[in-house]
Nanobody
Framework: VQLQASGGGLVQAGESLRLSCVIHGRAFSRLALGWFRQAPGKQREPVAG???????NYADSVLGRFTISRDNAENTVYLQMNSLKPEDTGVYYCNGDASPLTIATMEYESWGQGTQVTVSS
């Protein structure tokens, strides 16, 4: 599985970023997809998930600010992040699995390098 996340950067609080992740090597349209982040000194955590048929869910900390979406034709999952806060800082990763439960357990076979998001106050 190839996982290529991009779109991170350094922004000020209140600004927006759009992350993209291309996933190759799996039957993309059948995957439940997730975005995850790891803040400095903390464990990786789920941020948002989307099932194969478009149902979404979000961590409480990002609800109303982040939107996950997918483009099956492009094997790409997106994370639109608005009203960014300093506590959103971290490395953001994407991943996918046939089971949506894996978004919560994060027990994936492998992870990509992620993309760094830094939000200054």
């Amino acid at each position: 599985v190839q996982l290529q996340a991009s779109g991170g950067g350094l922004v000020q609080a209140g600004e927006s970023l759009r992350l993209s992740c291309v996933i190759h090597g799996r039957a993309f349209s059948r995957l439940a997809l997730g975005w995850f982040r790891q803040a400095p000194g903390k464990q990786r955590e789920p941020v948002a998930g989307i099932t194969y048929n478009g149902n979404t869910n979000y961590a409480d900390s990002v609800l109303g600010r982040f939107t996950i979406s997918r483009d099956n034709a492009e094997n790409t999952v997106y994370l639109q992040m608005n009203s960014l806060k300093p506590e959103d800082t971290g490395v953001y990763y994407c991943n996918g699995d046939a089971s949506p439960l894996t978004i919560a357990t994060m027990e994936y076979e492998s992870w990509g390098q992620g993309t760094q998001v830094t939000v200054s106050s």
